[in-house]
Nanobody, 127 residues
């Protein structure tokens, strides 16, 4: 079972940037597609971005397109989420999650399809 640990969150001003990292261990990272989700206070967790195991296909929520970039380095067992032009509404706990490539019918935005989750990293945007 893969284990995930996020890092890189923090407090930034609106318009700022952060790079979130997701370090994987315990299994072969390239056996997993990876997703990023977030949960704002009082709201349900929502899809942010996803990347397939090879890094070829990337998907984004409409609310972050053009501002966030997902990537991965399988040699380093690490995934990344570059978040730019941050807005107060981006304030949330950000989670990375792993979906096993052996599982059929991958729907990247479906949280139920992800087998492993990190503990989350807090991102707070001040206006």
């Amino acid at each position: 079972q893969v284990r995930l640990v996020e890092s890189g969150g923090g407090l930034v001003q609106a318009g700022g940037s952060l790079t979130l990292s997701c370090a994987a261990s315990g299994s072969i990272f390239s056996n997993y597609d990876m997703g990023w989700f977030r949960q704002a206070p009082g709201k349900e967790r929502e899809f942010v971005a996803a990347i397939t195991w090879s890094g070829v296909a990337k998907y984004y929520a409409d609310s972050v397109k053009g501002r966030f970039t997902i990537s991965r380095d399988n040699n380093k067992n690490t995934g990344y989420l570059q978040v730019n032009n941050l807005k107060p509404e981006d304030t949330a706990v950000y989670y990375c999650a792993a979906h096993g490539t052996w599982m059929p019918n991958y729907v990247y935005s479906d949280q139920n399809q992800y087998r492993a989750w990190g503990q989350g990293t807090q991102v707070t945007i001040s206006s």
